[in-house]
C-alpha cells in the first residue's frame, strides 16, 4: 500500500472516529434536554419565572397567544383598559382644579403631553426591563427593594440629566418664561422618578397577586404616572411661581 493510500485511510479512521463521539455527544445532550425539559416542557414563568413561583409551561400554553383569535385577546384586556381609562380621568380633575393657573400662564399647558409622554416612556422602560428579569430569572420578588431603589435613583439622575438639557432649550431657543423653565427642570426629575418607580413596583404586585403583569403593569403605570405627574407639575409650578411673586 503506498503512502498516500495509508495516509488517506488514517484519515478516514479519524474522521469516522470524530463522527462517532460527535454522535455520542448529540445523543448526550438530547437526554439532558430530555430530562431537564420534562417531556416536552419549556421552562418559563407565565407569571415571571424564578421567583418563588415557577410554572412549567407546554410549548401548547406558550404559543397560546398565536393562536387566540383576536376578540378573545381584546375581550381579555377591555376590562383592564376600561379601569386605567377611569383612572387616567382623574387628570381632567387636575386640569379643571388648576384651570385658573393654566389661564394666567398658558405657557404650563404647552409641556404637559411632553411630561406624560416622557413619564411612559421612562415607566415603560423600567417595566421592560423588570419583566424581562423576571421571566430570565435573575431576580426575585424577595429583590424586590433592591431593584424599586435602585430605579429610583436611575430615574432621578435620567430626568435631571434630562431636565438640565430641556429647560435652558425652553427658555433660550423655545422663548419660554424664565420660571416656566425652572419648572420644567424641577419636574422632569419627578416624574421620571416616580415613572420609574412604579415601573419597578407594579410587576411585583402583579406577580404577588397571580395577574399577569404583561397585561397589567404598562397601563398601571401609565395612568398613575400620568396622574401623579401631572398634580407634581402643577405643584411645583405653584411653589415656583409664588418665589418669582407671580399671580396664580
Given at each position: 500500500m503506498s503512502n498516500d493510500s495509508k495516509f488517506s485511510a488514517s484519515a478516514l479512521g479519524e474522521l469516522k472516529e470524530t463522527?462517532?463521539?460527535?454522535?455520542?455527544?448529540?445523543?448526550?445532550?438530547?437526554?439532558?434536554?430530555?430530562?431537564?425539559?420534562?417531556?416536552g416542557k419549556s421552562k418559563a414563568a407565565s407569571h415571571g419565572g424564578g421567583h418563588g413561583g415557577d410554572v412549567e409551561l407546554t410549548v401548547e400554553e406558550l404559543n397560546k397567544y398565536l393562536?387566540?383569535?383576536?376578540?378573545?385577546?381584546?375581550?381579555?384586556r377591555v376590562g383592564w383598559l376600561g379601569i386605567f381609562l377611569g383612572s387616567l380621568s382623574a387628570t381632567a380633575l387636575i386640569m379643571n382644579v388648576f384651570e385658573e393657573t393654566l389661564e394666567k400662564h398658558i405657557e404650563l399647558a404647552l409641556f404637559v403631553p411632553l411630561l406624560a409622554g416622557?413619564?411612559?416612556?421612562?415607566?415603560?422602560?423600567?417595566?421592560?426591563?423588570?419583566?424581562?428579569?423576571?421571566?430570565?430569572?435573575t431576580i426575585k420578588v424577595s429583590d424586590a427593594p433592591k431593584v424599586v431603589w435602585k430605579e429610583s435613583c436611575a430615574g432621578i439622575l435620567s430626568g435631571s440629566i434630562l431636565g438640565a438639557i430641556v429647560a435652558p432649550i425652553a427658555y433660550k431657543v423655545l422663548g419660554v418664561s424664565?420660571?416656566?423653565?425652572?419648572?420644567?427642570?424641577?419636574?422632569l426629575p419627578l416624574v421620571s422618578m416616580i415613572a420609574s418607580t412604579l415601573g419597578s413596583i407594579i410587576p411585583f404586585i402583579c406577580v404577588l397577586v397571580r395577574?399577569?403583569?404583561?397585561?397589567?403593569?404598562?397601563?398601571?403605570?401609565?395612568?398613575?404616572?400620568?396622574?401623579?405627574?401631572?398634580?407634581?407639575?402643577?405643584m411645583i409650578a405653584n411653589y415656583i411661581f409664588k418665589l418669582y411673586g407671580l399671580e396664580l
Open positions: 463522527i462517532r463521539s460527535q454522535t455520542k455527544e448529540i445523543e448526550r445532550l438530547k437526554a439532558q434536554l430530555a430530562k431537564s425539559g420534562g417531556g393562536h387566540d383569535p383576536f376578540y378573545r385577546v381584546g375581550l381579555e416622557h413619564g411612559g416612556n421612562t415607566g415603560g422602560q423600567t417595566v421592560g426591563t423588570i419583566l424581562s428579569a423576571l421571566s430570565a430569572g424664565f420660571h416656566v423653565a425652572v419648572v420644567l427642570f424641577f419636574t395577574l399577569d403583569p404583561s397585561v397589567i403593569a404598562a397601563p398601571a403605570m401609565t395612568s398613575l404616572v400620568d396622574v401623579a405627574g401631572l398634580m407634581g407639575y402643577f
